[in-house]
């Protein structure tokens, strides 16, 4: 990792080997996100069970341009972490895991909901078996018989009010799912 890493241990003496693991992971974590800005690592035993054996905490602090991504308590409970190797390990893949949805909402990646739209029904094709629909702000969407749900195509008449989902068509807009109201 070329950005700024930070490595603090906490209620316990420094280990170079604990250290070059971490900076390992750190690195890794460049192959996720190009934008990170700073990375943070504290270390400390988990001050709650003393009487089992310590279970290690790792906390990460990534800096993006527009996002702070926070690991706290990977696996809390998990005695697995008696290792601090095991909890360095989940708290990184905690860490990947969120760097990857930065990455995916950063690249519109995500799915958006589509609105219902609404609109009336103008012109009616009944030999093709299409028509248009023209909604509130003017704009003309192509429907099929094929996209209708809960209703036969003959029963259709001009001016009915419907609701449909819109996407991109060969010739322009066209409706799908569309619902008589």
């Known amino acids: 990792m070329i950005l700024p890493l930070q490595i603090t241990f906490r209620h316990m003496d420094p280990s170079a080997a604990l250290e070059a693991r971490i900076r390992e992971l750190a690195a890794r974590l460049d192959r996720f996100s190009t934008h990170i800005l700073r990375c943070q690592v504290v270390l400390e035993p988990s001050p709650h069970h003393k009487h089992r054996g310590a279970l290690y905490d790792f906390r990460i602090d990534i800096t ?8 706290r308590h990977a696996h809390p409970a998990d005695h697995a972490h008696e290792d601090p190797y095991v909890a360095l390990r989940d708290a990184f893949l905690a860490a990947r895991r969120k760097l990857e949805d930065y990455e995916r909402k950063h690249r519109g990646d995500v799915k958006h909901r589509t609105e219902i739209a609404h609109g009336r029904i103008c012109e009616l094709d009944l030999e093709r078996g299409c028509g248009r629909i023209e909604t509130a702000d003017g704009r003309l969407i192509y429907f099929h018989r094929n996209s209708l749900v809960g209703s036969r195509f003959e029963d259709l008449a001009t001016r009915m009010e419907v609701r449909f989902s819109e996407e ?9 799912s569309l619902h008589v109201i």
Do not use: F, H, K, T
């Open 168 to 176: 991109a068509g060969d010739l322009g807009p066209q409706a799908s």
């Open 64 to 71: 993006l341009p527009d996002e702070e991504i926070a690991i």
